[in-house]
């Protein structure tokens, strides 16, 4: 069983930075990605980006591409979502989570463990 906690979310002003940070309890080897989604209000949850933890490649959506960045600590087990350049448009509740063998990491139903979420407010 995994278990993956969010942390890091707050209120900023446009153009200011945050760093997310989900980190994972029990067992995660070279099948696992970890992804990150949001949900806006009134809208679907959307992919953000997500890595895989073979090899370390990273994946983002073009509304992210360039201003967010993915990021992994081995010793900690624990993945980072940097976010600069921050936009009102990015205020969501933002949500890690995790799978094994996932072949379409945007799919959200690949994922098998999520996190609680953590609010993100770009003010503007």
């Known amino acids: 069983q995994v278990q993956v906690v969010e942390s890091g979310g707050g209120l900023v002003q446009a153009g200011g930075s945050l760093r997310l940070s989900c980190a994972a309890s029990?067992?995660?080897?070279?099948?696992?990605?970890m992804g990150w989604f949001r949900q806006a209000p009134g809208k679907e949850r959307e992919f953000v980006g997500a890595?895989?933890?073979?090899?370390?490649?990273?994946y983002y959506a073009d509304s992210v591409k360039g201003r967010f960045t993915i990021s992994r600590d081995n010793a900690k087990n624990t993945v980072y979502l940097q976010m600069n350049s921050l936009k009102p448009e990015d205020t969501a509740v933002y949500y890690c989570?995790?799978?094994?063998?996932?072949?379409?990491?945007?799919?959200?139903?690949?994922?098998?463990?999520w996190g609680q979420g953590t609010q993100v407010t770009v003010s503007s």
């Open positions: 029990g067992r995660t080897d070279s099948s696992y990605t």
């Open positions: 890595i895989r933890y073979a090899g370390g490649i990273t």
């Open positions: 989570a995790a799978g094994r063998y996932i072949a379409t990491i945007s799919r959200e139903y690949e994922y098998n463990y």
